[in-house]
């Protein structure tokens, strides 16, 4: 089973510059996480800010990104973990590519890499149709074998960042419409000790994970999904 080895989380909130180390030999087995959930971009990917776009890694909390509700927001919260992608389990951690101009022209502005259940942006008139929405979030690992889309074997060791605003956000990553991280049940659950109270310091509230809010747009589920990216092709 592939192992996430938690490096790094830095918060701005109740408590400023803060910051905690997290050994993956922490007092929670790794083997109880359900690996890949997390939604998170891998090193290297350039978030659109106010000051143009930087790559995730360099980003700090209180950095305004750009998004797509609002215009901007300020980051609370950065996590980091380095996955383990060899062998058996490797598909729950492995790097979903996404092609430069894989979604339209110029979109991604380059290759995007994020983790399998990294909800991607999409909207197209069929979606009214099927899930009386026009605008849907889709986990990447639903459009694998779409348009070039495909989980990587080349990054043995993806090293992962999540971006925590005060509500879920829409934010451009390598020039593609992406979601921040959602402390959701199935989220939230896989941190280390240490990285929940961090969070929950800041946001106390999510003792209630429910208080966060809800998800910026519709998160459609997996046969949901199919049905998406088949209209879009068959349009």
């Not at 058996?88 to 022209?105: N, S, T, Y």
Request: aromatic share 8%.
């Amino acid at each position: 089973m592939a192992t996430p080895n938690f490096t790094q989380i830095g918060s701005k909130g109740s408590t400023p510059n803060t910051t905690a180390q997290i050994d993956e030999n922490g007092k929670r087995p790794c083997a109880d996480r359900n690996e890949g959930t997390i939604p998170c971009f891998l090193r290297g990917t350039l978030i659109a800010t106010r000051q143009g776009e930087v790559a995730v890694e360099d980003l700090r909390p209180g950095d305004t990104v750009v998004v797509r509700d609002g215009g901007f927001a300020p980051i609370r919260w950065i996590g980091s973990y380095r996955a383990n992608a060899r062998g058996a389990g490797r598909e729950l951690c492995a790097p979903v590519r996404i092609p430069q101009g894989a979604m339209g022209r110029g979109v991604p502005a380059r290759d995007l890499y994020v983790s399998p259940n990294h909800r991607i942006w999409m909207r197209d008139p069929s979606f009214e149709t099927l899930f009386e929405e026009r605008e849907v979030l889709i986990p990447a690992k639903q459009l694998v074998g779409w348009k070039g889309i495909e989980q990587v074997c080349y990054v043995p060791d993806p090293e992962y960042f999540h971006l925590l605003f005060d509500q879920h956000q829409i934010i451009i990553s390598d020039g593609m419409q992406t979601e921040s991280f959602h402390p959701g049940e199935l989220t939230f659950d896989q941190f280390e000790h240490e990285a929940r109270d961090e969070i929950l310091r800041m946001f106390p509230e999510l003792i209630n994970l429910a208080a966060y809010g809800d998800t910026a747009r519709r998160c459609l589920k997996s046969h949901e999904a199919q049905q998406a990216v088949q209209a879009v092709w068959v349009a």
